[in-house]
């Protein structure tokens, strides 16, 4: 393992939401962040669970570019610098989050922007859990299924799922070890780094795992978004 950086009392937590996406397997004519859920656009709730963490300085929404559909205000900073790939989007925010004035040794929770259900206590567990850690971390769920390996549409094996977990977001790292992990893996176009952590396993560190909630789903296919709204819409009675 690489040498993790010092602790600093004084770093501070920023979020970064890609938001930057087509949505391709939500089947929706616009992309997916947009699409209304329990009234409003989904990004709408996402942004407003952000909100109501004390300990987030400001989030950063990172668009495609053109993309005008959020305007930014007192706690919102809007970039249209989204990349091809979900890790491109990252990195750039990153550097917009450097040019605001954000420190190498400040954190940043990267998430995605499609993860509407996420909860200010699931922010706060993550940020109480991270913020003594010399590494950072991320909100994952242990497999609570029987994972099969696949090949032409039959079974081929059964993988142990002791000691597996699925990877959520929001994730938490400074932002100069995140910036120089995808740097890192820029020149394959970020092969293979699915979420930040990824990133930061390859650059040699290992990332905290905290646990999270069934709950905190990525909004990917169709039937979800009935899912989600459901959820909201149970939050509000
Ligand atoms: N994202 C991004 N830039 C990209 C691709 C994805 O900012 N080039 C964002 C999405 O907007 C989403 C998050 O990353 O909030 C997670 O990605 P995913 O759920 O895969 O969204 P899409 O890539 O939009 O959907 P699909 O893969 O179905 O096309
Ligand atoms: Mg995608």
């Not at 300990?55 to 919102?76: E, H, K, M, Q």
Request: glycine share 8%.
């Amino acid at each position: 393992m690489s040498q993790p950086p010092t602790l600093l009392a004084d770093a501070r937590c920023f979020a970064l939401l890609p938001c930057a996406g087509s949505g391709s397997r939500a089947g929706t004519a616009a992309p997916k962040q947009y699409q209304p859920v329990a009234g409003v656009p989904m990004v709408r709730h996402t942004l407003a669970a952000f909100a109501a963490v004390s300990r987030i300085a400001r989030v950063l929404v990172v668009v495609a570019p053109g993309d005008g559909v959020l305007a930014a205000d007192a706690s919102i900073s809007v970039a249209a610098c989204g990349g091809a790939t979900r890790a491109e989007s990252v990195f750039n925010g990153l550097a917009a989050l450097r040019a605001q004035g954000v420190r190498d040794d400040d954190w940043v929770l990267v998430h995605d922007a499609a993860r509407c259900l996420i909860t200010p206590a699931q922010i706060d567990a993550l940020i109480d859990a991270c913020l003594p850690d010399a590494v950072g971390g991320l909100l994952a769920l242990p497999l609570p299924d029987t994972l099969k390996s696949e090949s032409g549409g039959r079974v081929v094996a059964t993988i142990d799922r002791d000691h597996k977990w699925l990877a959520q977001t929001p994730q938490m790292f400074r932002l100069g070890l995140l910036h120089d992990a995808l740097a890192a893996r820029a020149a394959t176009g970020f092969a293979g780094i699915t979420d930040e952590a990824s990133a930061v396993e390859a650059a040699g560190f290992q990332p905290l795992l905290v646990r999270g909630s069934a709950q905190n789903i990525k909004v990917t296919y169709p039937e979800d978004f009935a899912l989600a709204e459901a959820v909201l819409r149970s939050r509000t009675t």
